[in-house]
């Protein structure tokens, strides 16, 4: 029953906006408040590094897309669209789709100010969510159309080039990165 609740309480705590309260939740669980307090507390101690890029970039990033891009963003919840992500930095192995420079590898360069930031200061980063194909008519944000992309190849990319058009772009992009 442990990981069963704990499992149900995070999704439920961590999932929702805003953040429902200790009292609300457990009425819903049927649990005391100090039962869920402590779940709570041992969710965040097993599961600091997730918590916090929840926190830090995924929520935000989700609600952002879903307000600026409404009926086009077609991921329905947050735990979807965090569903997704996580299994898409995962299969592109923490890389960009496009030009294959990691993650903590692009962080780092733009830490460093190897890759100065001054017009986007909160970008660069982190991956970012980028459409492979943003024509009219196939420009919605959904799971078949959406590749996880380093600010730069998103920058460039725009919606000007499909995924295809955009191949090679990418591999330069890589290229370049790599001799920083």
């Known amino acids: 029953m442990g990981f069963d609740i704990k499992e149900k309480i995070f999704k439920f705590y961590f999932f929702k906006s805003p953040r429902p309260k200790y009292s609300d939740m457990a009425g819903e669980f049927s649990l005391k408040f100090s039962d869920i307090s402590l779940y709570i507390k041992e969710i965040r101690s097993e599961r600091a590094e997730e918590i916090e890029r929840i926190?830090?970039?995924?929520?935000?990033?989700y609600l952002t897309k879903k307000e600026?891009?409404?009926?086009?963003f077609k991921f329905e919840s947050f735990e979807v669209f965090y569903k997704?992500?996580?299994?898409?930095?995962?299969?592109?192995?923490?890389?960009?789709?496009?030009?294959?420079t990691?993650?903590?590898?692009?962080?780092?360069?733009?830490?460093?100010k190897k890759l100065p930031n001054k017009q986007y200061p909160k970008r660069g980063k982190h991956l970012e969510v980028e459409?492979?194909?943003?024509?009219?008519?196939?420009?919605n944000y959904h799971e078949s159309n959406c590749v996880l992309c380093c600010f730069l190849c998103n920058n460039a990319?725009?919606?000007?080039?499909?995924?295809?058009?955009?191949?090679?772009?990418g591999k330069t992009i890589g290229k370049v990165i790599k001799l920083l």
């Open 55 to 61: 926190n830090r970039l995924l929520f935000n990033l």
């Open 102 to 112: 990691k993650e903590n590898d692009l962080a780092k360069l733009f830490e460093e």
């Open 157 to 169: 990319k725009s919606d000007i080039f499909n995924e295809k058009q955009f191949e090679s772009i």
């Open 84 to 100: 997704w992500y996580v299994e898409k930095f995962e299969n592109q192995g923490g890389a960009c789709y496009y030009c294959k």
């Open 131 to 139: 459409r492979k194909n943003s024509y009219r008519g196939a420009d």
């Open 68 to 72: 600026k891009y409404g009926n086009c």
